[in-house]
């Protein structure tokens, strides 16, 4: 089956043709770096604007790349949610229209299950039960999968996702958004260890992940130490490079130190690192090396494919399709689209519908 992905959930326009699930025909996404650079920060306003504007020619592009029509595709998968609701409702509403008028089955998927899907293309498949550490600006969460298609949360956040707080810190250290890349870059040539930043303990005991903390205690060290900002693009100093590199370190360590403990208690026969974050070289070099010992293989997705996709959205969706789920033209976007056991989404379908029609 030929599977059309649509995926509109914040500031990348995607689209895909992927064939059963596994090859990949096309993958276009444009992406809104530049429109929302000098905010510091994604717009919700103008991000839904520019998927008005970028979702048809981008849908015509990957079916261009694969060298298929409209004609040719058998369903279509769509992020229905969690994300911006503006950005949701463009990818929802023009899936839907697509659909109808090819009368061809369409499926809603959540967002963070597509990046778990995101490893499906490059790697063996995946041998459950799996842990998957699902990493980006958005969201933080660990979750155990006994099978494929159950999911259930084993840690999260209790505060800033792990992307929100690269951005948040860069945006002290005076390095522009997006956060993640600048922070990588600069911490190449800095000292992990010049900075000691203490790992976030939850007091009620759950495995759960903080940043805020870190995120406070690098603000004090900036004020306390009198490091100035890089101003105007200019060169970082010593002192900006090694706190990237201790920030950084920090966060990675906190990352798979938890990931590591639950993989230790609940023995997956595979580990996922995927989401934007996981493009990060030293979250994948400490991820790869906490594997090795724990004697099971980590999957990551490409590059391409950490960042938000619409293969991984028609991946996700040739799963959901094959055990005969449909989804009704009433569906539309959902914003607290929760990742949960497959029993349970028929009744989260119908919850969906009464929010945010149009």
Same mark, same amino acid.
């Given at each position: !089956?030929?599977?059309?992905?649509?995926?509109?959930?914040?500031?990348?326009?995607?689209?895909?043709?992927?064939?059963?699930?596994?090859?990949?025909?096309?993958?276009?996404?444009?992406?809104?770096?530049?429109?929302?650079?000098?905010? #510091?920060?994604?717009?919700?306003?103008?991000?839904?604007?520019?998927?008005?504007?970028?979702?048809?020619?981008?849908?015509?592009?990957?079916?261009?790349?694969?060298?298929?029509?409209?004609?040719?595709?058998?369903?279509?998968a769509v992020t229905q949610g969690p994300?911006?609701?503006?950005?949701?409702?463009?990818?929802?509403?023009?899936?839907?229209?697509?659909?109808?008028?090819?009368?061809?089955?369409?499926?809603?998927?959540?967002?963070?299950?597509?990046?778990?899907?995101?490893?499906?293309?490059?790697?063996?498949?995946?041998?459950?039960?799996?842990?998957?550490?699902?990493?980006?600006?958005?969201?933080?969460?660990?979750?155990?999968?006994?099978?494929?298609?159950?999911?259930?949360?084993?840690?999260?956040?209790?505060?800033? +996702?792990?992307?929100?707080?690269?951005?948040?810190? +860069?945006? !002290?250290? #005076?390095?522009?958004?997006?956060?993640?890349?600048?922070?990588?870059?600069?911490?190449?040539?800095?000292?992990?260890?010049?900075?000691?930043?203490?790992?976030?303990?939850?007091?009620?005991?759950?495995?759960?992940l903080s940043f805020s903390g870190l995120?406070t205690a690098v603000s004090r060290h900036?004020?306390?130490?009198?490091?100035?900002?890089?101003?105007?693009?200019?060169?970082?100093?010593?002192?900006?490079?090694? !706190?990237?590199?201790?920030?950084?370190?920090?966060?990675?360590?906190?990352?798979?130190?938890?990931?590591?403990?639950?993989?230790?208690?609940?023995?997956?026969?595979?580990?996922?690192?995927?989401?934007?974050?996981?493009?990060?070289?030293?979250?994948?070099?400490?991820?790869?090396?906490? +594997?090795?010992?724990?004697?099971?293989?980590?999957?990551?997705?490409?590059?391409?494919?950490?960042?938000?996709?619409?293969? !991984?959205?028609? +991946?996700? #969706?040739?799963?959901?399709?094959?055990?005969?789920?449909?989804?009704?033209?009433?569906?539309?976007?959902?914003?607290?689209?929760?990742?949960?056991?497959?029993?349970?989404?028929?009744?989260?379908?119908?919850?969906?519908?009464?929010?945010?029609?149009?």
């Amino acid at each position: !089956m030929l599977i059309l992905g649509i995926e509109s959930s914040c500031d990348e326009t995607a689209a895909a043709v992927v064939r059963d699930g596994r090859e990949i025909l096309s993958s276009v996404i444009a992406s809104q770096i530049d429109l929302h650079r000098p905010w #510091g920060g994604v717009v919700p306003e103008l991000a839904s604007r520019e998927h008005l504007e970028k979702i048809e020619p981008i849908v015509e592009q990957a079916l261009t790349q694969a060298s298929v029509k409209l004609e040719d595709i058998g369903a279509i998968a769509v992020t229905q949610g969690p994300g911006l609701i503006g950005s949701l409702l463009v990818g929802v509403c023009y899936a839907k229209s697509l659909a109808w008028s090819l009368d061809i089955p369409i499926v809603g998927v959540n967002h963070i299950e597509g990046h778990v899907y995101s490893v499906a293309f490059e790697n063996p498949p995946i041998e459950y039960p799996a842990l998957a550490l699902i990493v980006s600006g958005g969201h933080t969460n660990i979750f155990h999968i006994p099978e494929e298609g159950k999911y259930k949360v084993v840690s999260r956040t209790r505060d800033d +996702a792990a992307g929100e707080a690269f951005d948040k810190v +860069a945006k !002290m250290l #005076g390095l522009g958004y997006p956060g993640g890349p600048a922070i990588e870059k600069l911490a190449v040539g800095g000292d992990p260890k010049r900075f000691k930043f203490k790992q976030a303990k939850i007091s009620d005991g759950r495995p759960d992940l903080s940043f805020s903390g870190l995120k406070t205690a690098v603000s004090r060290h900036i004020r306390e130490s009198g490091i100035e900002p890089v101003a105007n693009g200019g060169e970082p100093s010593t002192e900006i490079r090694d !706190m990237a590199a201790s920030f950084q370190a920090s966060v990675v360590a906190s990352l798979v130190g938890t990931l590591s403990k639950l993989a230790i208690k609940l023995q997956p026969k595979t580990l996922i690192v995927a989401g934007g974050v996981a493009c990060n070289l030293a979250l994948r070099s400490v991820a790869e090396a906490a +594997a090795e010992r724990l004697g099971v293989p980590v999957y990551f997705p490409s590059k391409h494919l950490s960042t938000d996709n619409a293969a !991984m959205i028609a +991946a996700a #969706g040739q799963f959901h399709l094959t055990r005969g789920e449909r989804a009704e033209l009433e569906m539309t976007a959902d914003i607290t689209l929760r990742l949960q056991n497959l029993e349970n989404r028929d009744a989260e379908l119908r919850r969906s519908k009464i929010r945010y029609r149009l």
